[in-house]
């Protein structure tokens, strides 16, 4: 994780669980850094304006000011289980680390006694889930889509060839036998194209910005996905 990404999820961190405070000791723990890089990650949101404060004592620690915090979450244990098993469900998906956050999120937002609750059930309730496939990849791409910029790919096609691709993203599709796919503009074949995502060996998001590719014009593409167009890549 780098720095930018750290300070972000050091302040959803502290979101999540405000009024409570972290210490630096367990917040270092939760993101694989030492102490000190966190006590001065939390200087530089400090400075920047975020409200964290130092709540001093043996139970102290950072806290994040509860007006930009979330309210307790009145969920039942069963129901705070219920969207953990729906959020599970994501595991193979190109979201399945912002799954894994928003249910962290919704456990330290219930009461402390719920929450425990909650988790004392889930420990009960098992599922057979594969591992994320792809991690790095999706999050690359998901970016490229976010802030509309060229992904320049290594592509395996279905015929074992491997080429470098410029693509112009436009969507995520959830396909058959739960692989994820990437639509977009290939420059290579100057048309839309549907990428595999686990055939995509490496993924980088160029500077270039990507021209718009609504949704709604490459979806009548993706029917392909079904029916084995030749689309598919």
């Not at 979101?15 to 270092?28: D, G, H, I, K, T």
């Not at 998901?142 to 074992?160: C, F, N, S, T």
């Not at 410029?166 to 639509?183: I, K, Q």
């Not at 549907?194 to 910005?209: H, S």
Request: with cysteine; proline share 9%; aromatic share 6%.
């Amino acid at each position: 994780m780098n720095r930018t990404d750290r300070l972000y999820a050091l302040v959803e961190e502290l979101r999540a669980v405000s009024p409570r405070p972290r210490s630096a000791r367990e917040l270092a723990g939760r993101f694989e850094v030492s102490v000190r890089t966190v006590e001065r990650d939390i200087s530089a949101l400090q400075q920047s304006g975020v409200p964290i404060y130092a709540e001093p004592g043996r139970r102290g620690g950072y806290v994040l000011d509860k007006s930009v915090s979330l309210p307790p979450l009145n969920f039942t244990p069963a129901e705070a289980v219920a969207v953990a098993v729906a959020l599970s469900e994501a595991s193979g998906s190109p979201f399945a680390r912002h799954a894994r956050s928003a249910l962290r999120k919704l456990v330290a937002a219930m009461p402390p006694q719920e929450g425990e609750r909650a988790r004392r059930l889930a420990a009960r309730v098992h599922l057979l889930v594969e591992p994320e496939p792809y991690p790095r990849v999706s999050r690359v791409i998901e970016q490229a889509l976010l802030h509309r910029r060229v992904l320049v790919i290594d592509y395996m096609d279905a015929k074992g060839e491997a080429t470098r691709r410029e693509v112009e993203p436009a969507v995520f599709v959830g396909g058959r036998g739960g692989h994820w796919y990437l639509v977009g503009w290939c420059r290579l074949r100057r048309d839309v194209r549907i990428f595999r995502l686990d055939r995509i060996g490496r993924a980088e998001e160029t500077d270039e910005p990507s021209p718009e590719h609504p949704p709604e014009r490459v979806m009548p593409q993706v029917p392909g996905l079904i029916f084995g167009s030749p689309e598919l890549e």
